[in-house]
């Protein structure tokens, strides 16, 4: 939890068990990994385009995290979602 809390106040995208994408700034972290992100959105992945969904302030329970990461800003910003063409990930299954 120690290297997580380094991300805090920061951009980050979570990726879930589900295979959801999920983009925001990382707001608090508790030590079962439930997580709380505000301002943000959701990527669907999709053969037509990614669709981002806007969820403002989201928390996703430890149990359903899988990824973790900080998002480098100018590099996303740079990202042209409409030409990125991707299947939709498929949930994690243990």
Known sequence: MAML??????????LTA??????GTL????QTINVVLEKCHERVYSEEG??????????????DVAVIGEVDDELDKKLNL?????EPMKP???
């Open 50 to 63: 990614i669709e981002v969904i806007p969820l403002g302030v989201h928390l996703i329970k430890g149990d």
């Open 82 to 86: 409409k030409e990125i063409i991707a």
């Open 5 to 14: 809390e380094s991300y805090l106040k920061k951009q980050v995208l979570v």
């Open 18 to 23: 589900d295979g959801r994408s999920i983009i």
């Open 92 to 94: 994690i299954v243990h």
């Open 27 to 30: 707001r608090g972290i508790d």
